[in-house]
């Protein structure tokens, strides 16, 4: 029978908590946000698109349709990634005390801006939901990966 030296040893130095591989404190400012307020969040922003749309094609949001929806899925789109790729957060980021931030390489340091590419890459992904929800042990979905960022308290 074959053992392991560290079995119940607890958790490795690679993970510890979420945000440690990447620098990132445990808890307080610059820690990776939660679930809680990443989904209020999202949830703020798409009723900020939603009601965007509605002015766009002159119907209510109750009312629904075709024309509607893809209007505020372009809008939410536009929005995420001009806000998140120039100002780091969304207007849903900021009530909710979060911001964006690109990785560097290697998972170390951290630049001022995600840039419209990343902000882009990271909405589009979005978008698509699948990516969103597929996620590492540091909260990055795969959006976040594609767009080497990651969402952190304020």
Known sequence: MASSA??????????RYPGNRLGLPEAGPESVAGW???????????????????????????AGGNDLSTAQLVTFF?????????????????????????????GTGY?????LLGGAIRALLICLVIPAVIYDRD????????????????
């Open 36 to 62: 809680g307020r990443r989904i209020a969040a999202l949830f703020v922003d798409w009723l900020i698109a939603g009601l965007i749309a509605s002015a766009i094609v002159s119907k209510p949001v109750w």
């Open 6 to 15: 560290q079995s119940g040893a607890g958790p490795t130095d690679d993970f």
């Open 139 to 154: 909260r990055r979905g795969l959006h976040d990966k594609a767009a080497n960022t990651v969402v952190v308290r304020r």
């Open 78 to 106: 536009a929005m995420t990634a001009i806000l998140t790729g120039l100002g780091g957060a969304t207007i849903g980021h900021r009530l909710l005390g979060l911001r964006v931030i690109p990785t560097k390489q290697g």
């Open 111 to 115: 630049a001022a801006q995600v840039g």
